[in-house]
């Protein structure tokens, strides 16, 4: 048992470089911390917890991913904020096998695509992959216009490991409609999308159920600039 203390938990995530183990837990308590546990021999041991959100009480972290490079821990995850009524996507750093962190980073801070009419807005349901020097992360953009219109993008935004530098927002996917999942992989500095469409459904003919679409989407970044990434136009997998 390496957190008998803990109270009732949401996710947990798990990553490993060198001899280190890494494990964050979203925690639901009073204040709904994101929590991280360390070992530096191999998972025999844990250190003492370490909360890595400290919301106080005004929101809740959730859904964290974390990767390991070297003595490099990157953590994402998405934060409730209650007094705003509104998610995004947050970061922390560690270059110190998770001893000390940087300030916590907003990578999603406000984006809702250039819509003029919106009355509101989230930033949730976010994917990490690191492709060295880049950590790539998406996250869905759900705009809710005045009109009482739903859509929702995928936004892909860097984070350079070598200057802490951050791209813009990018959208990678537009308008895919609610209830799609979506996962990245990286390879090089190939961002590889794949996400399910909501919008592009159709029926069978052996049915009359929807079914939605699966499509593979390939993002080009060129000399680790997302802004001039060159986008591969989706190929339908079904």
């Known amino acids: 048992i390496i957190a008998a203390d803990l109270d009732i938990s949401n996710k947990v995530s798990i990553t490993a470089a060198n001899n280190y183990v ?40 959730y859904d964290s991913k974390i990767i390991a490079d070297k003595n490099r821990l990157f953590v994402v995850w998405d934060s409730y904020d209650d007094v705003n009524v509104q998610s995004n996507v947050l970061l922390k750093v560690s270059n110190n096998y998770g001893k000390t962190f940087g300030e916590t980073i907003s990578l999603s801070n406000g984006v809702y695509t250039g819509y003029s009419n919106v009355d509101h807005w989230d930033n949730d349901d976010s994917r990490i992959s690191l492709s060295y020097p880049n950590l790539f992360v998406i996250w869905d953009n759900h705009v809710t ?14 984070y350079n490991i070598n200057d802490s530098s951050l791209s813009k927002p990018k959208v990678i996917a537009k308008d895919i409609g609610k209830h799609t999942e979506f996962e990245i992989v990286t390879n090089d500095q190939i961002v590889n999308l794949l996400y399910t469409d909501q919008k592009a459904k159709y029926t069978s003919e052996d049915s009359d159920d929807e079914i939605y679409q699966l499509f593979f989407k390939k993002i080009s970044v060129i000399d680790g600039n997302l802004e001039d990434a060159k986008i591969t136009k989706s190929s339908n997998l079904q």
């Open 22 to 61: 890494y494990v964050t837990i979203d925690e639901y308590d009073v204040n709904d911390d994101l929590i991280l546990l360390v070992s530096e021999d191999q998972g025999n041991t844990f250190k003492e917890k370490i909360n890595l959100s400290n919301n106080a009480d005004e929101g809740m972290a």
């Open 145 to 158: 216009t005045n009109d009482f219109e739903d859509i929702h993008n995928v936004i892909l935004r860097e």
